[in-house]
């Protein structure tokens, strides 16, 4: 297994600077020059013929003759006096196993190939032109520098005959070999050939041959991948570390490889920021602190420590902390002593892609090595993003049931129900509106999908019309994020556009005196400006200060309604809060229990009306038409029990609103506030759930309206 090796990402060979591990100066000495594999390539190579050779070969066969800066351009110049349908070039790829140095640290596979190729260009006659050459990089790679540049001079037509080892060297890949040997060559009119598996595009009954050479390539390589998984899983679960580089905070214990040790250095940064955020401060505030001292970032500490990481950003390693790395940090329970890998996997070994690994999968081990932050501020730390997460998926669960119910209950309006059906939904909607009082978000997950399920029995039509519109409205609530001063606006995640739904955004625009300019923010509907009023015509922003200026004004109304009131507690919420909503909520529950009772009644008639049929004091039809009697007061009951549950959660609603109302005005009227001067965060979140802007009518005016976080 390769460990610490130097990682690249790389992308088209064309516009992205490529990283080799193979280097001319890892070339211990000249010895190599004695060889007679050296010799003889001498021989056989005309360097007269060569418009193109990898940078590291040309130093190692000493090729004085520079590349043609024109091979690689579209129109570029190649020389003429080539012998058309003669033009050749050679790949050279060396896996890891070729690597095996020996004359002046020159691996013998490399001259090995290069004379096998040359030996057989020149007994068939086949002028080579470029020579490519890279090592210890997988065949299934479609990455690849030198590989990608042999691509290019096919296209350009720069060449007529593409030489190889083997058609593994050339691709271990059924996708690319496919792709290419049998469309793109014959496209561009380039004859592929491998020596030692005597494959020839030109030759027709080769394609068979090539087709199932490449597959037992690639299950060559996919049994490898396997094998290596289950190693490294195996190595996982017996608390051995087997990760590339070491998380920040540890290094790789110098007697133990497997076995991770604390970066003293590392270590006190780390427990810097749990301390911080314990203490309540923020990410900004924390990456701010780091940043002014010059404390080197994660990955400019491993470039610090000499370690072959490469920062796919930053190359040379990150100048500057940014929240992300706080958070990462703050999130990673390694710091907790628990070895946690196998948190991502490869898609497929054919596929560059990862995919995250679910927590109850991942290989967990505790007490593999020393923890670096204490468990006390651990604890505070893992604490409250739990306690962020409960609350978030529990907002969203309550939402999804609203929304769930809402749906179903505007459907049903437009197609006819059977009763029967209809008491089934209407029981499955009401254990689900309970359940939202309630708070349990197991409940809540539980009585969703239950209504869900009862779904299934209206006609498919109009069950496919309400989970069409479920999948449109769930969203998930994303966190309000900071602008570049590392503040979040006042109204961020509260204002939204009365016409598609989406969230307001605010962004900055130059105004005042030409020579003196200033930016002043504004406010504009997030969809409208992304798709270019392709999905939303609410088209005009509002300036940052109006909407300010319009809710404060509203909110000081409020206070100097309620507040300054003397009689408030006594005359508002004494008579309203404990007298309106008690009442009402005692007469919903008397009827209720009243229905219940007739319910029971009707049942007891039932029980003795079996046993008047039973006895032949009536007939089965006399017994049919009053059960039916029954069945259908029994379902207008059940009916109106539902209606009665749904005033009394609405009832619950207002009292509840009710009474954050009566705590938020008691705290202005314990602190003395007659009229608030300026708007922050906290007030806006305090008061206001959100905030919606409708687009401009034919006389200017604009529909504004704010939904407060209690009744007004």
């Not at 491998?194 to 030109?202: A, K, P």
């Not at 090539?210 to 195996?234: F, G």
């Not at 008061?687 to 007004?712: A, C, M, Q």
Request: glycine share 4%; with cysteine; charged share 30%.
């Amino acid at each position: 297994m390769l460990r610490n090796h130097e990682k690249v990402v790389s992308s088209s060979f064309s516009n992205t600077e490529f990283l080799n591990d193979y280097n001319i100066n890892n070339v211990s000495s000249d010895e190599y020059l004695e060889t007679i594999e050296f010799k003889t390539i001498k021989k056989l190579l005309c360097e007269d013929n060569l418009e193109y050779m990898t940078e590291y070969l040309r130093t190692l066969l000493k090729v004085s003759k520079p590349n043609n800066p024109y091979c690689f351009r579209k129109n570029g110049l190649i020389r003429s006096y080539h012998t058309p349908g003669k033009r050749g070039i050679i790949y050279v790829r060396l896996s890891q196993e070729d690597l095996d140095r020996e004359k002046g640290n020159v691996s013998k596979s490399i001259l090995n190939q290069l004379l096998m190729l040359l030996t057989y260009c020149n007994d068939k006659g086949i002028e080579v032109i470029g020579i490519f050459y890279e090592e210890d990089i997988s065949g299934s790679d479609g990455t690849r520098e030198e590989w990608n540049k042999t691509l290019l001079f096919c296209e350009l037509g720069n060449t007529d005959i593409y030489v190889c080892k083997t058609q593994a060297r050339f691709a271990r890949s059924i996708e690319f070999v496919e792709k290419y040997l049998h469309k793109k060559f014959i496209e561009w009119n380039i004859r592929f050939l491998s020596i030692v598996d005597n494959i020839d595009t030109y030759n027709k009954g080769n394609k068979k041959s090539s087709q199932i050479t490449a597959m037992v390539d690639e299950w060559k390589i996919e049994e490898q991948s396997i094998n290596t998984k289950k190693t490294l899983r195996a190595k996982n679960d017996a608390g051995q570390w087997t990760g590339s580089f070491a998380p920040y905070g540890y290094i790789e214990d110098p007697n133990d490889m497997y076995h991770l040790v604390i970066d003293e250095e590392a270590a006190k940064v780390v427990r810097e920021i749990y301390s911080q955020y314990a203490n309540g401060r923020g990410y900004y505030k924390i990456c701010e602190s780091l940043n002014e001292r010059k404390i080197p970032t994660p990955s400019k500490h491993k470039k610090l420590q000499g370690l072959k990481f490469v920062c796919p950003k930053c190359p040379n390693g990150a100048e500057f902390w940014n929240i992300d790395t706080i958070r990462k940090i703050l999130l990673d329970e390694t710091y907790d002593g628990l070895l946690i890998q196998h948190r991502t996997e490869r898609i497929a070994f054919n596929i560059k892609g990862y995919k995250k690994i679910p927590k109850n999968e991942q290989s967990i081990i505790a007490c593999a090595h020393e923890r670096i932050v204490d468990s006390e501020i651990s604890k505070v730390v893992r604490k409250k993003f739990a306690d962020r997460k409960a609350k978030i998926d529990l907002s969203n669960a309550r939402q999804n049931a609203k929304e769930l119910i809402k749906t179903i209950q505007n459907n049903l309006k437009d197609y006819e129900i059977s009763e029967d059906k209809l008491l089934i939904l209407n029981n499955a909607i009401n254990y689900l509106e309970n359940s939202i009082i309630d708070n349990d978000l197991k409940d809540i997950s539980l009585k969703y999908d239950t209504l869900r399920e009862k779904t299934l029995i209206l006609n498919s039509e109009l069950y496919s019309k309400i989970m069409e519109q479920i999948d449109i409205l769930t969203t998930t609530t994303n966190r309000s994020r900071p602008g570049k001063n590392g503040e979040v606006h006042i109204f961020s995640k509260k204002v939204y556009c009365a016409v598609c739904g989406k969230s307001f955004q605010k962004n900055l625009c130059k105004s005042g005196p030409r020579k003196k300019p200033f930016m002043k923010p504004y406010l504009h509907c997030r969809n409208h400006r992304k798709t270019a009023s392709m999905n939303c015509d609410n088209t005009s922003y509002i300036r940052f200060e109006v909407l300010e200026e319009l809710v404060l004004n509203e909110i000081n109304t409020m206070i100097d309604k309620y507040v300054n009131q003397k009689s408030l507690e006594k005359n508002y919420y004494s008579k309203k809060t404990k007298k309106n909503y008690e009442k009402d909520l005692i007469v919903l529950q008397k009827a209720k229990e009243d229905i219940k009772k007739k319910i029971n009644k009707i049942n007891d008639r039932f029980a003795m009306l079996y046993d008047d049929k039973s006895d032949g004091i009536i007939s089965t039809t006399e017994f049919v038409m009053l059960k039916n009697k029954y069945q259908n007061d029994i379902n207008n009951f059940n009916i109106r029990t539902s209606e009665i549950d749904k005033e009394i959660h609405k009832l619950k609603e207002k009292t509840s609103m009710a009474e954050n109302e009566r705590s938020i005005l008691e705290k202005f009227t314990r602190q003395g506030i007659k009229h608030l001067e300026k708007l922050d965060r906290f007030t806006v979140e305090e008061l206001i759930s959100k905030i919606t802007i409708g687009k401009k009518d034919e006389n200017n005016n604009r529909p504004i309206k704010i939904f407060w976080n209690f009744t007004v």
